[in-house]
């Protein structure tokens, strides 16, 4: 009992002194306890303590030998200068050079490089240190790379191809356009298509909350669904009210495919919005089922003229800069995030999916099934193309130009 009555005062002091000690004064302080105590004092005091009894004890020699201390030893110190081993990178003064060599086998060192066709992790650059004579573990490797300001990073898409010299005319073009068509209260939109999703119980990128150790299962190959196949979510995207439409398509990407979308979207949220309209704005990639050079999106566009009774203006981005167009980040990347970590079970789930994407910045869209078939392979004779009311701008006519309905 009486033991026990110490253990616990020796604990109480140790918690309501610990917050003003810093590591040298908890070893004084439990050599004092473990001094003051009779036989097994040391024990004691670090059952109480949490503290090893390596501490304690090089707290007892430093208070019976004061002498090995050293005189110049300021009080803000708790240890002894020195202590360790050396840096590797001042034993072996061969090691950092080394190391980048195999790091940036193509800038700073040989092409023929071991690691040069290798994932160059910490284990496989430590173990190619080794074979060179080094001795070195992979976490001083890390160690080394932070301290040579190197960090993990992924690839980045940056590199576009050609500029074509008036890119940044068209941009500035196209902002134009858009403020004139908005200052005029007409309609401005965005389109495109997104990839070609599998239907079925896939695996979808990201993650999701779920109890722990209970991930969702799915199939361990994308081999397509025979019955549910894939779809295609095609958008528009209104810029003035943050509002967008998409028809998840079960056939192939075409251009009619592309008009008939947009002409859903007219009929279920553009008319309402814009009833006054007479004119409609369409910025649109460069190439794809929309592209500039697509006669039959031409085509198509006639129609969707003609059956919606406005002037339709199309402007293209210069090619190699769709990651501009706005759909592709004020819609279509908040789909992906929407959806992340949930396999896309059927076409009903994927519409409900997109149809329940919202932001804090207000972004409402509304989705539905296009069960219609696409042929593909159709050739536009001169004849259809020369049909279509087609009147080019002046400034780069292939890439600007407006579809009047027929006459």
């Given at each position: 009992?009486?033991?026990?009555?110490?253990?616990?005062?020796?604990?109480?002091?140790?918690?309501?002194?610990?917050?003003?000690?810093?590591?040298?004064?908890?070893?004084?302080?439990?050599?004092?306890?473990?001094?003051?105590?009779?036989?097994?004092?040391?024990?004691?005091?670090?059952?109480?303590?949490?503290?090893?009894?390596?501490?304690?004890?090089?707290?007892?020699?430093?208070?019976?030998?004061?002498?090995?201390?050293?005189?110049?030893?300021?009080?803000?110190?708790?240890?002894?200068?020195?202590?360790?081993?050396?840096?590797?990178?001042?034993?072996?003064?061969?090691?950092?050079?080394?190391?980048?060599?195999?790091?940036?086998?193509?800038?700073?060192?040989?092409?023929?490089?071991?690691?040069?066709?290798?994932?160059?992790?910490?284990?496989?650059?430590?173990?190619?240190?080794?074979r060179q004579g080094h001795r070195v573990s992979y976490?001083?490797?890390?160690?080394?790379?932070?301290?040579?300001?190197?960090?993990?990073?992924?690839?980045?898409?940056?590199?576009?191809?050609?500029?074509?010299?008036?890119?940044?005319?068209?941009?500035?073009?196209?902002?134009?356009?858009?403020?004139?068509?908005?200052?005029?209260?007409?309609?401005?939109?965005?389109?495109?298509?997104?990839?070609?999703?599998?239907?079925?119980?896939?695996?979808?990128?990201?993650?999701?909350?779920?109890?722990?150790?209970?991930?969702?299962?799915?199939?361990?190959?994308?081999?397509?669904?025979?019955?549910?196949?894939?779809?295609?979510?095609?958008?528009?995207?209104?810029?003035?009210?943050?509002?967008?439409?998409?028809?998840?398509?079960?056939?192939?990407?075409?251009?009619?495919?592309?008009?008939?979308?947009?002409?859903?979207?007219?009929?279920?949220?553009?008319?309402?919005?814009?009833?006054?309209?007479?004119?409609?704005?369409?910025?649109?990639?460069?190439?794809?089922?929309?592209?500039?050079?697509?006669?039959?999106?031409?085509?198509?566009?006639?129609?969707?003229?003609?059956?919606?009774?406005?002037?339709?203006?199309?402007?293209?981005?210069?090619?190699?800069?769709?990651?501009?167009?706005?759909?592709?980040?004020?819609?279509?990347?908040?789909?992906?995030?929407n959806w992340r970590g949930k396999p896309l079970l059927?076409?009903?789930?994927?519409?409900?999916?997109?149809?329940?994407?919202?932001?804090?910045?207000?972004?409402?869209?509304?989705?539905?099934?296009?069960?219609?078939?696409?042929?593909?392979?159709?050739?536009?004779?001169?004849?259809?193309?020369?049909?279509?009311?087609?009147?080019?701008?002046?400034?780069?006519?292939?890439?600007?130009?407006?579809?009047?309905?027929?006459?």
């Amino acid at each position: 009992m009486k033991r026990d009555a110490t253990l616990e005062a020796v604990r109480r002091k140790f918690e309501l002194l610990r917050p003003l000690m810093n590591e040298r004064m908890r070893r004084h302080w439990a050599a004092c306890e473990a001094m003051t105590l009779q036989r097994g004092g040391v024990t004691l005091v670090a059952q109480a303590t949490g503290l090893s009894r390596t501490t304690i004890g090089a707290g007892l020699r430093e208070l019976r030998h004061p002498a090995d201390v050293p005189a110049d030893l300021p009080p803000q110190r708790v240890r002894h200068a020195g202590a360790g081993r050396p840096c590797l990178g001042q034993a072996d003064p061969t090691l950092v050079l080394d190391l980048e060599a195999l790091v940036e086998a193509t800038t700073r060192g040989d092409p023929q490089s071991p690691l040069r066709w290798t994932c160059k992790s910490t284990r496989n650059l430590a173990e190619e240190l080794n074979r060179q004579g080094h001795r070195v573990s992979y976490r001083t490797v890390a160690a080394l790379l932070h301290d040579l300001d190197y960090r993990l990073q992924a690839n980045r898409k940056t590199r576009e191809g050609s500029s074509h010299p008036d890119r940044d005319a068209q941009f500035e073009y196209i902002n134009r356009q858009v403020r004139t068509f908005q200052r005029a209260g007409q309609p401005v939109v965005s389109v495109d298509s997104k990839k070609r999703e599998l239907v079925g119980d896939f695996k979808n990128g990201g993650q999701e909350w779920r109890p722990a150790g209970e991930p969702e299962e799915v199939r361990a190959k994308d081999f397509p669904d025979q019955r549910l196949g894939k779809v295609t979510p095609s958008g528009v995207y209104d810029l003035t009210y943050n509002e967008g439409w998409v028809s998840v398509g079960i056939d192939h990407n075409t251009a009619p495919f592309a008009a008939e979308t947009l002409r859903r979207w007219w009929c279920e949220m553009g008319a309402p919005l814009y009833p006054e309209a007479d004119r409609l704005l369409v910025t649109a990639d460069a190439g794809g089922s929309n592209g500039y050079r697509c006669r039959l999106w031409k085509v198509a566009l006639q129609g969707v003229a003609d059956a919606l009774g406005v002037r339709v203006s199309v402007c293209h981005f210069p090619p190699g800069t769709s990651k501009w167009n706005k759909i592709e980040h004020r819609m279509f990347c908040h789909i992906t995030k929407n959806w992340r970590g949930k396999p896309l079970l059927s076409r009903a789930v994927v519409v409900n999916l997109i149809g329940n994407t919202k932001t804090k910045a207000g972004l409402h869209i509304q989705a539905e099934l296009d069960t219609n078939t696409y042929e593909t392979g159709i050739e536009v004779s001169d004849e259809e193309l020369a049909a279509v009311q087609i009147e080019k701008h002046t400034f780069h006519g292939e890439w600007n130009y407006t579809i009047s309905p027929s006459p």
